[in-house]
């Protein structure tokens, strides 16, 4: 269950970084294209992937033990 949770969190905070990718070079907010400027979904998805923000924050570091422990063949086959 944890696991799934990290994923989430990971997807949602990529989804935010790609978002923000948009506004930052073409002024274009795609959450808000999508779902209306700040309707309650639009909302509801900002705050998503600013807890999944915090939430990696927390896991990170034990992110970065699996992989020094593990070695850095860790790669996605």
Request: net charge positive; charged share 10%.
């Given at each position: 269950?944890?696991?799934?949770?990290?994923?989430?969190?990971?997807?949602?905070l990529?989804?935010?970084?790609?978002?923000?990718?948009?506004?930052?070079?073409?002024?274009?907010?795609?959450?808000?294209?999508?779902?209306?400027?700040?309707?309650?979904?639009?909302?509801?998805?900002?705050?998503?992937?600013?807890?999944?923000?915090?939430?990696?924050?927390?896991?990170?570091?034990?992110?970065?033990?699996?992989?020094?422990?593990?070695g850095?063949?860790?790669?996605v086959?």
């Amino acid at each position: 269950m944890k696991a799934i949770l990290d994923w989430i969190a990971l997807v949602l905070l990529i989804i935010g970084g790609l978002n923000w990718l948009l506004v930052g070079l073409f002024s274009f907010d795609l959450v808000a294209a999508l779902f209306g400027t700040m309707t309650g979904l639009a909302r509801l998805i900002y705050i998503l992937v600013g807890l999944a923000a915090i939430y990696v924050i927390f896991i990170a570091p034990k992110l970065v033990q699996k992989t020094s422990t593990t070695g850095s063949s860790t790669a996605v086959r």
